[in-house]
């Protein structure tokens, strides 16, 4: 079964600058995405309960933008990128997801990912 791609965007009161952080470094990482995170280069290994999953940082534009390739990707073309903008109008950041999720799953995925940027405002002191 082929994955297909999702978009969510989120909006939070802190900036850009503060967002990266907490999708980069390993301290921020397991205090709203996973257990544990390992960064060696360019690559990325979380870890969830009996779980390690490990993604190589292809793209990286500071505040901006991160693209990470999966290594058990079935589809070479399958990535996780975050997306960060500032709204014109409120000021506020914009973190877009972009991501791939089996059809049976979609539904499941959308609603981790939610759940995930509950725990990551919380994180931040964004509730």
Not at 29 to 47: M, P, Q
Not at 99 to 110: C, F, H, N, Q, R
Request: hydrophobic residues 40%.
């Amino acid at each position: 079964m082929k994955k297909r791609q999702f978009e969510i965007e989120y909006l939070f009161k802190a900036s850009p600058t503060i967002i990266y952080q907490f999708l980069t470094t390993p301290a921020c990482l397991v205090r709203w995405f996973c257990d544990e995170a390992d960064i060696e280069n360019d690559l990325y290994t979380f870890s969830w309960a009996n779980s390690d999953e490990t993604a190589e940082l292809v793209d990286d534009y500071e505040d901006e933008l991160l693209r990470f390739r999966w290594e058990d990707a079935d589809d070479d073309n399958e990535f996780l990128e975050f997306h960060l903008d500032t709204s014109p109008i409120t000021g506020e950041t914009i973190l877009k997801i972009v991501g791939w999720a089996l059809p049976t799953e979609y539904d499941l995925t959308i609603d981790s990912w939610n759940n995930q940027i509950k725990n990551l405002k919380k994180a931040m002191g964004e509730n």
